[in-house]
């Protein structure tokens, strides 16, 4: 799954900007066939963006169904002869293009790009008619899974069991581009060195007639390596790694020619040569121990909800450098394809999570229902199961060639002790390992789910767990909670063996309450509670990292328990740092990053 580009052979035409959007409270806009004529309404929405928070309106922000956003389109005039296709980065949670009066994709998962060939349908130097349905619904059967209730009054909502805001809309770029027929459709890499030769072994998947060849240039645009075909190996001599913080991209180019000679296509693909391997209780990366520091993070901000942003972007690795991290988790769905190209450059090592989060409908209770089962039919099933493995198949596809990324994480916080787990999760991990040997998958496990229970620990190479001891356990008692979370830790070490990494622990901070007691939800308490973590991590000889529950506050949905979204941020949702974000700073500004 190429991200598109320009080139010699390809062009790129972004399409972000003013939409006319219309939301579809009566749900009549597919039989009214909105997308035949222009949307008869007054609101534009800016792409890309949520459009949750944009309009001042409750009605538009509660919304169940779908939106619709329409503009028109010029193809090049220069484009004529050439395939011409449509890409939405993602749409949130589905999206339905249609051009003009045809619907030309349809794709369900709301953080994953997909594209359709619209070349049968549309004319070089002419304009078209742009129309783009999303949907927000959540069921069973979608990954995150989340329920529809309707009030008594019949109104319809969506219920979910994740804890971040169900923020909608086209949050990431619309692109239209050409490709030749003869077409680079897919390039995989995957990197090892032996001494100071480093390999990068591609399979290119080559569209139409052609004869392909391979080119490796390091940093300063020299040409490094060459190989015939579309599947080979690459020798760099004296190869620079990339390694973290210290991030070394050299640059893949396959070419297409034709039996003349002649180049009918090229792609460019950034590379960072570098191993991942799990060994014993170690994580390592170019065979040498790595201890992760950094954040779960989530894509939130205000106004724009999950639209991405590159100045919010950078500004966030700013302030991820700023406090020492050398790493973060895309919990809880795949970030934004700009995030892992700007951790690639800059040597920032990821965990790449799935959407698959909400899958332990035991937490119902939790949100105010029901506690039920979670592996039952109408649960947590085969439903569920078949759009969980497109989920896994399209995040390796997207992201399979990102040095950043070091971990497959398939789920967050799943039942993992309940009958039916095993037979869940099972094939899964093996799917992940199956489309990618060469990175460790796990899962990230939920507090409930204690060694004594947990089932599917055995199925993944590293453990990763979130603890709250000190915060939802153990509540402004840190001895205790120091006492609990060592046991705990000791107990999976003994169980498993395994590299363990800390994926979440925090606790909500109200920026400005300060105590001199041991009370949570003031500055000091967060900071104490991390601390008292970290004195437990230096004793445990399988952690192999921490990252902090969360890197900033996000939106939720309303509860009980949250104040205008999770205040567990380290940084506020303006990027403002607690108190704790300077004790962070100071912890992993000089432990060494290798343990
Ligand atoms: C968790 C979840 C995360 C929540 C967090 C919390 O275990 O993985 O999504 O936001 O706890 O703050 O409760």
């Not at 293009?97 to 998962?109: P, S, T």
């Not at 990292?545 to 205008?564: H, K, L, P």
């Amino acid at each position: 799954m190429l991200k598109p580009q320009a080139n010699s052979t390809r062009e790129l035409v972004n399409l972000d900007g003013l939409y006319a959007f219309k939301v579809d409270f009566d749900r009549s806009g597919h039989t009214e066939e909105w997308f035949k004529s222009p949307l008869q309404s007054d609101l534009e929405m800016a792409v890309p963006a949520s459009y949750n928070d944009i309009f001042a309106d409750q009605a538009i922000r509660d919304h169940v169904g779908y939106v619709w956003y329409q503009r028109e389109v010029r193809v090049p005039r220069g484009w004529a002869g050439e395939r011409i296709h449509i890409r939405l980065d993602s749409a949130t949670h589905e999206g339905m293009v249609y051009v003009n009066d045809q619907l030309v994709a349809q794709h369900v998962g709301g953080y994953m790009p997909f594209s359709a060939d619209i070349t049968d349908v549309v004319e070089a130097g002419r304009s078209f008619r742009l129309t783009i349905a999303v949907n927000n619904e959540l069921t069973r059967a979608t990954i995150p899974p989340g329920k529809i209730v309707v009030t008594e009054d019949g109104r319809r909502q969506q219920t979910y069991l994740h804890d971040f805001y169900n923020y909608a809309g086209l949050h990431r770029s619309v692109w239209l581009y050409s490709t030749p027929a003869t077409a680079v459709e897919d390039i995989t890499v995957v990197t090892g060195y032996d001494g100071d030769t480093g390999t990068v072994d591609y399979v290119a998947v080559v569209l139409g007639e052609g004869r392909a060849r391979a080119s490796l240039r390091n940093a300063d645009g020299v040409e490094v390596a060459t190989a015939e075909g579309a599947s080979g190996t690459l020798s760099i001599p004296g190869v620079v790694l990339w390694q973290p913080g210290a991030a070394y991209l050299y640059e893949l180019t396959v070419e297409v020619l034709d039996d003349g000679g002649t180049l009918r296509d090229e792609y460019s693909l950034p590379v960072g040569v570098r191993t991942v391997e799990v060994e014993g209780k170690q994580f390592l990366i170019n065979g040498e121990p790595f201890y992760f520091t950094g954040f779960g993070m989530h894509e939130d901000h205000s106004s724009i909800g999950k639209g991405h942003s590159n100045a919010h972007m950078v500004n966030d690795f700013q302030l991820l450098a700023w406090t020492g991290a050398n790493s973060f988790r895309t919990s809880h769905y795949p970030y934004a394809e700009e995030v892992l190209e700007y951790a690639d450059r800059h040597g920032i090592v990821v965990i790449n999570e799935t959407p698959a989060v909400g899958l332990h409908l035991g937490f119902g209770a939790v949100f105010g229902g029901i506690a039920e089962k979670t592996y039952v039919d109408g649960g947590i099933d085969g439903n569920t199961a078949a759009s969980h493995r497109q989920s896994i198949s399209e995040i390796v596809a997207r992201d399979k060639n990102h040095p950043s990324v070091v971990i497959w994480s398939i789920a967050n916080e799943p039942n993992a002790s309940e009958e039916g787990a095993r037979e869940y999760f099972r094939p899964l991990a093996e799917l992940a390992r199956e489309l990618d040997p060469s990175r460790p998958v796990g899962y990230v496990n939920v507090m409930f789910d204690t060694p004594d229970k947990e089932l599917i620990g055995d199925l993944f190479d590293v453990i990763m767990l979130n603890r709250y001891y000190g915060w939802y356990l153990n509540n402004g008692d840190l001895q205790s909670a120091e006492q609990a979370l060592e046991k705990e830790l000791r107990a999976w070490e003994t169980k498993y063996g395994k590299p363990m990494i800390m994926t979440e622990y925090g606790a909500d901070t109200m920026p400005g309450l300060h105590s001199l007691y041991a009370q949570p939800w003031s500055e000091e308490y967060q900071a104490g509670f991390l601390d008292m973590y970290h004195r437990v991590f230096d004793r445990v000889d399988a952690m192999v990292g921490e990252q902090v529950w969360n890197f900033a506050d996000f939106q939720t949905s309303n509860g009980i328990m949250r104040v205008d979204g999770n205040k567990k941020g380290v940084f506020t949702r303006d990027r403002r740092p607690k108190a704790a974000a300077f004790a962070l700073r100071s912890r992993w500004s000089t432990l060494n990053n290798r343990k």
